[in-house]
């Protein structure tokens, strides 16, 4: 018998979102940012294997591409999915599933990626600008990363602008068909949630080893829901952390979570 | 016919208020060589439409810019465009900000000789209620409605590419073309630089027409201009210039920053950039970005 491997809450998580893409079937699994690009890796290289990716730039592959330093041509393409083509082949088609990094995200689980406080015109903070979100969210299956949840992140009331599209009745503009609005998993330092309860609200469903729901409602801005039973988050597996190990050589993945604390076993 | 031009010529053929499109994807393929000519002109109030990457914080903070169309604005690997964000917390430009498809959506509204195209994608976002856009009901059964995305119109596009032709024959030799087509069939002249201009392309590189990106009807003027796209990417060729990003980031947060880079980057002219910038041979030789 081996010993149990040890893992940081980082492995934890990413072995926790990996789920978000199970069964999901030919489409392409966007992972945006080290922890969600590792997650999606995982999932086509365990209980997935039909998923799709790309190498980051122009091309799908079969074979998750590591991240970091590499050589150029490492990758092996086996498809082409260049920017040209993404709205009309993945996004528009709603073959994708996204998981990203909302700098904001309310009860409704619409996000903000724009600019924060301040107004349109002239904005505090400005950031990226809206990018894909309006669209991807409108279109096909999303799913979001926070590694410090915080009250910032899930903010009281609504986001500052509204990037994506949640479930936000007010929102639902008549006559406009958002059948295709589909939030899976949030993954967070403290708990993974959905998008379950009543009328799309955030349910926590799974809380990491040794945190506590009332923990959880304390570092959210908005009142939220607990799935009948919460189940604790589980421990990687050898096989998956070998996994994880070879698609980050270089070790990424200990930036993610402040001071890359150790995973805790349940 | 001989589309060729000097960089002189293509600026002059500018006027203020014009609404130009840059071609490109952020950091990529950005032809960097005619904004810099732009940066040098007198010519003022544009409005640009822009996957933005550095291009457009340069032209914010030299005071081009009098509206903003764009989808984001990233260096990628400097994830904030710092004079872009400088601009717009200093409320001082005009902006519609889009959906990236709706972007490329708008463009190919105007490539049609649409005066829109209807999607899904903006509504139930506050780049809907920002942007002001319209709806149109489907006037088949199903009766949905949905976001008109009006025409973006060009009076003129750039585009960096690797060859050119006299005749405006045109080769993006790269894996990804972004909407550069796009932006050329959406605007009234076309402006393209490229890497090598040549006389005849079927004479010079038949073997690679597949990279002709968009007809030569689209192309009204070519410039020569030899590593052009620097400080962004032109894959195969050469990658970014990520330190020289860093530093023209950096500079954002110095005192005349901006009027430094101007002046001793920028440069008066085109001739003396690349070696401003490290010399010929060591843009050539930056690698390729690994994603």
């Known amino acids: 018998m081996t010993t149990a491997p040890e893992f940081t809450l980082c492995e934890q998580l990413i072995v926790a979102a990996s789920e978000a893409w199970r069964s999901n079937g030919e489409l392409v699994a966007t992972g945006i940012g080290p922890a969600p690009r590792l997650a999606a890796g995982l999932a086509k290289l365990t209980h997935t294997p039909e998923l799709m990716m790309t190498d980051g730039e122009a091309f799908l592959v079969e074979d998750p591409v590591p991240l970091g330093p590499r050589g150029y041509d490492d990758r092996k393409a086996a498809g082409y999915l260049p920017f040209s083509r993404f709205f009309d082949a993945a996004v528009w088609s709603g073959k994708r599933h996204a998981m990203v990094t909302p700098s904001q995200i309310d009860r409704f689980g619409q996000t903000n990626i724009s600019y924060l406080g301040g107004t349109y015109d002239q904005p505090k903070v400005q950031m990226l600008g809206a990018r894909g979100f309006p669209g991807n969210s409108i279109c096909h299956i999303n799913s979001m990363f926070v590694p410090a949840h915080s009250k910032r992140v899930f903010v009281e009331g609504e986001v500052d602008m509204v990037s994506s599209v949640g479930y936000n009745p007010a929102r639902r503009t008549p006559g406009v068909n958002f059948s295709r609005v589909d939030l899976r998993l949030i993954v967070t330092d403290l708990c993974v949630m959905d998008f379950g309860a009543a009328d799309n609200a955030i349910r926590v469903v799974m809380l990491h080893p040794g945190v506590t729901f009332d923990q959880v409602q304390e570092a959210t801005g908005f009142a939220l829901e607990a799935a009948g039973e919460i189940k604790t988050t589980p421990a990687p597996t050898a096989e998956q952390l070998a996994i994880i190990a070879r698609l980050d050589p270089h070790g990424l993945r200990a930036g993610v979570i402040k001071d890359n604390p150790a995973g805790k076993r349940s | ?291």
């Open chain 2, 1 to 291: 016919m001989n589309k060729q031009l000097t960089i002189e010529e293509f600026v002059a053929s500018l006027k203020s208020g014009m609404t130009i499109g840059i071609a490109g994807w952020g950091p990529r393929r950005k032809p960097m060589a005619l904004v810099r000519a732009i940066l040098r002109s007198d010519l003022t109030d544009l409005t640009i439409v822009a996957y933005g990457g550095p291009e457009v914080g340069m032209l914010c903070a030299a005071g081009k810019v009098k509206k903003l169309i764009f989808g984001f604005v990233s260096m990628d690997a400097i994830p904030l465009e710092p004079y872009f964000r400088k601009a717009r917390e200093a409320g001082t430009l005009d902006i519609l900000e889009l959906d990236e498809g709706m972007l490329q959506w708008g463009l190919k509204a105007a490539a049609f000789r649409l005066p829109f195209l209807p999607t899904h994608v903006g509504l139930g976002t506050d780049v809907m209620t920002h942007g002001g856009f319209k709806t149109v009901q489907s006037p088949y059964d199903d009766g949905e409605v949905l976001l008109a995305m009006p025409a973006l119109k060009l009076d003129a596009a750039l585009l960096h590419v690797h060859r050119a032709d006299k005749l405006g024959n045109i080769q993006a030799l790269g894996p990804d073309t972004y909407y550069d087509e796009w932006f050329a069939r959406a605007a009234d002249k076309t402006f393209v630089s490229a890497e090598e201009v040549v006389d005849r392309m079927d004479h010079s590189y038949p073997e690679d027409a597949r990279a002709n990106i968009v007809e030569r009807c689209f192309v009204h003027g070519v410039v020569e201009a030899p590593l052009g796209a620097h400080p962004t990417s032109m894959p195969p060729s050469y990658g970014w210039d990520m330190k020289h990003l860093k530093a023209y980031a950096d500079s954002a947060r110095e005192d005349g920053g901006w009027d430094r880079y101007l002046a001793d980057t920028i440069g008066a002219d085109e001739a003396g950039y690349l070696d401003r910038v490290g010399g010929k041979d060591a843009v050539a030789a930056l690698p390729l970005p690994i994603f």
